[in-house]
Every structure is written in structure tokens, then in C-alpha cells.
């Protein structure tokens, strides 16, 4: 672990008796495998392509209706420690005497080595924020609607990321 780095900081905003259950994991070693066991394979989408027809599959299914998406890519450039999963852009330029609009979602590179439950709830994320840009209840509402285990997939990411600080890589 760095120094003065704090790996539990993914963990903020939950209950300290939920951070002190996710301590006790680490210590006991036995985080690794509770994480195994629910999402023992990772996923195969590698490239900004098969993310681009992942994450326009899924907006057809739930989102028909919002903007269109001008670019998905993975970004090395996202910095997890700055609590960025992925990021979504609206983005307005001047093109001749017009405004274009473009709405980008980007998803942190990490994300290409993880289980498909992982990515799906970072895209359902960033997907939400076509329509609710802030998070309040109707943003929430509309992630569990798009991924009804949205909370538990949030948390479980939120221990991959600890438990990649903590004792290295899962996959």
C-alpha cells in the first residue's frame, strides 16, 4: 500500500459498520474470494469498439428516447483515486455559425479488466446521466430500473477497488 494512501476511502459514504465488515474481510484474507465466488470470470470487451456496441445496446434497450452518444471509450487518463469510474461529457462546440452538442462517456481502463457486473454498472451510471444530471432519487431510480442490482454492484466495485489497493489484482 502507498504511503498515506488510504484504501478504504472508496468506502466513504457507507456505514461504518459496513467498513469495519470490509476491514475485517481484508484482514482476514478473505475478501479475495467472497469476490471470486460472486464474479469468478472477467469480461472480453478490450477494445473502445466492443465498449461503444456494449453501451449503445444497452441505451436502445432502456434509453431510446435520450440524446444519441457521440463517442464510448475506455480512458487511461481516468484516475480512480479522484473517485472518476467514468465520466460523462456534455460537450458544446461552435461549428460555423451553429451549436453542436455532443454527449461522450468515457470509463476508467481499468474497467477492461474486470467482471462484466463491474462495467455494466459503471455504463448504467453514466447512461442515467443522459437524463438526470445530478444524483438525486430520480437518478437512482433510473439506474435500478436499467440494473435492478445497482446498489449491491455499486458496493461490490467499490470492494474490487479496495481490494485492489490493498492485496493487488483480482484477475
Do not use: W
Amino acid at each position: 500500500m502507498k504511503p498515506n494512501s488510504n484504501p478504504y476511502k472508496y468506502l466513504n459514504g457507507y456505514s461504518e459498520q459496513l467498513q469495519q465488515q470490509a476491514r475485517g474481510l481484508v484482514a482476514d484474507g478473505r475478501l479475495s474470494d467472497i469476490l471470486k465466488q460472486r464474479y469468478p470470470v472477467r469480461h472480453d470487451i478490450r477494445s473502445d469498439a466492443a465498449l461503444y456496441e456494449y453501451t449503445q445496446r444497452m441505451k436502445s434497450q432502456y434509453l431510446k428516447k435520450s440524446d444519441p452518444i457521440s463517442k464510448i471509450c475506455f480512458d487511461n487518463k481516468l484516475k480512480v483515486m479522484q473517485h472518476a469510474l467514468g465520466q460523462h461529457a456534455y460537450i458544446n462546440r461552435v461549428q460555423g455559425g451553429k451549436l453542436k452538442s455532443k454527449n461522450e462517456i468515457r470509463v476508467a481502463s481499468l474497467f477492461k479488466q474486470t467482471p462484466e457486473a463491474f462495467l455494466r454498472m459503471i455504463v448504467v451510471h453514466e447512461l442515467a446521466h443522459l437524463r438526470e444530471k445530478e444524483h438525486n432519487k430520480a437518478f437512482y431510480k433510473l439506474c435500478q430500473h436499467m440494473e435492478p442490482d445497482y446498489h449491491q454492484l455499486e458496493l461490490d466495485t467499490r470492494l474490487y477497488l479496495l481490494h485492489l489497493d490493498t492485496l493487488g489484482s483480482l484477475y
